[in-house]
Each structure stands twice: as structure tokens, then as C-alpha cells.
């Protein structure tokens, strides 16, 4: 991992800070527009509490960004390369799951492709997201099973399966097996 947790919580609680003042956003406003507590805004932008990943993709719903563009550094170097050691590492502190950023960043490319590492018995449950609905993705296993609901519908996915759907209609995640999942998750960042 690139950083140590105490630096990438420092990484997420400035990150979401600078993008609430960039929109203008009050902590109240802020927390109107994505139903989270100002107090636990205000927790996470000083550090003192890390936000799930539900409770993150709501923050980033309501500030108009993918968790992508949210993870994506914006001091780094443009380059076409991303060595393992220097893609950004975030673990859920609900579920477990570990997210690893694995494009390049700085690129102008309209494609951000993620790892998942999901532990067994792991469940992500999301809010429809009315501001994903202009990015897609695709979702596909490598080890594992996973259950994905989209809309209405639920999807079991196991090793070499590929689903693709709008990023903004995914409401869980869930690993219903006793062994660890892994997937690569493709988003369109569209334009």
C-alpha cells in the first residue's frame, strides 16, 4: 500500500473537504443534499471517523463525483503507468472489502478500471444514485461468487462471469459464499 491508513484517512478527510468548499457546500448542505449528519461530516473531513462505503457513496452522489474521480489523487504526475505499489488502497471499515484504484491517474482516459477484494459473508448495500446514472460500468469476477442487485434484480456472478449496468441503478454487493471474492470493476466516467 502506498500510504499508511492514517495517511489515506487524512487523504479522504481532505479530499472530501476540499470538494464540498469547491461546490460551495455548507456542512449542512452538504449533509441535506446525501442524508448524512452534519456531525459525521464533520467527523470525517477532521479525520476522526472513517466513512463506510455506502455512507461514501452518498457523500459522492451528492457532491456530483464517482467514487473514482473521488479516490483519484489529484497530486499525482499524469503518466501511462501505474506500478501495484503506487495504486490507492481503501478498505470498507464496515464490510472489509478493499478497493485498489488500478488505472493511471492523469490521464484524460475515459475508463477507470478498480479491484475488489470481498470478504466472505460481505454485504454493501447503496442507495440509488441519481448522479451514476450517466456512468456504466462492468463487473467481472475473477475468484468467487457475488450477488449484485441492480434495480429490482439480483445477479449471482461466479469466476469468468461479466455483468454490465448503470453505475447509479447498483443498490448491493454481496459475497453469499464462506470464501473471499475477487472482481475488477470497469467504469465509463463518461462525459
Given at each position: 500500500?502506498?500510504?499508511?491508513?492514517?495517511?489515506?484517512?487524512?487523504?479522504?478527510?481532505?479530499?472530501?473537504?476540499?470538494?464540498?468548499?469547491?461546490?460551495?457546500?455548507?456542512?449542512?448542505?452538504?449533509?441535506?443534499?446525501?442524508?448524512?449528519?452534519?456531525?459525521?461530516?464533520?467527523?470525517?473531513?477532521?479525520?476522526?471517523?472513517?466513512?463506510?462505503?455506502?455512507?461514501?457513496?452518498?457523500?459522492?452522489?451528492?457532491?456530483?463525483?464517482?467514487?473514482?474521480?473521488?479516490?483519484?489523487?489529484?497530486?499525482?504526475?499524469?503518466?501511462?503507468?501505474?506500478?501495484?505499489?503506487?495504486?490507492p488502497?481503501?478498505?470498507?471499515p464496515?464490510?472489509?472489502?478493499?478497493?485498489?484504484?488500478?488505472?493511471?491517474?492523469?490521464?484524460?482516459?475515459?475508463?477507470?478500471?478498480?479491484?475488489?477484494?470481498f470478504?466472505?459473508?460481505?454485504?454493501?448495500?447503496?442507495?440509488?444514485?441519481?448522479?451514476?446514472?450517466?456512468?456504466?460500468?462492468?463487473?467481472?469476477?475473477?475468484?468467487?461468487?457475488?450477488?449484485?442487485?441492480?434495480?429490482?434484480?439480483?445477479?449471482?456472478?461466479?469466476?469468468?462471469?461479466?455483468?454490465?449496468?448503470?453505475?447509479?441503478?447498483?443498490?448491493?454487493?454481496?459475497?453469499?459464499?464462506?470464501?473471499?471474492?475477487?472482481?475488477?470493476?470497469?467504469?465509463?466516467?463518461?462525459t
Open positions: 500500500m502506498m500510504e499508511s491508513e492514517d495517511q489515506f484517512e487524512k487523504h479522504v478527510a481532505e479530499r472530501l473537504k476540499r470538494l464540498r468548499v469547491a461546490r460551495g457546500l455548507t456542512l449542512d448542505q452538504l449533509a441535506d443534499l446525501s442524508g448524512v449528519s452534519r456531525a459525521m461530516i464533520s467527523r470525517i473531513e477532521r479525520s476522526e471517523a472513517s466513512p463506510t462505503a455506502a455512507l461514501l457513496a452518498r457523500l459522492c452522489s451528492a457532491l456530483g463525483v464517482s467514487l473514482s474521480v473521488f479516490f483519484a489523487s489529484t497530486e499525482a504526475e499524469p503518466s501511462p503507468l501505474t506500478r501495484r505499489v503506487d495504486q488502497v481503501w478498505r470498507d464496515e464490510s472489509g472489502y478493499v478497493r485498489r484504484a488500478i488505472s493511471p491517474q492523469g490521464t484524460g482516459s475515459g475508463t477507470d478500471i478498480v479491484e475488489v477484494e470478504p466472505a459473508g460481505a454485504e454493501v448495500r447503496f442507495p440509488g444514485r441519481p448522479t451514476g446514472r450517466s456512468q456504466t460500468q462492468h463487473v467481472w469476477v475473477f475468484e468467487g461468487i457475488i450477488e449484485l442487485t441492480i434495480g429490482e434484480t439480483v445477479h449471482r456472478l461466479e469466476a469468468g462471469d461479466c455483468l454490465f449496468m448503470n453505475v447509479g441503478d447498483v443498490h448491493g454487493y454481496r459475497n453469499p459464499t464462506d470464501r473471499p471474492a475477487r472482481y475488477a470493476v470497469v467504469i465509463s466516467l463518461g
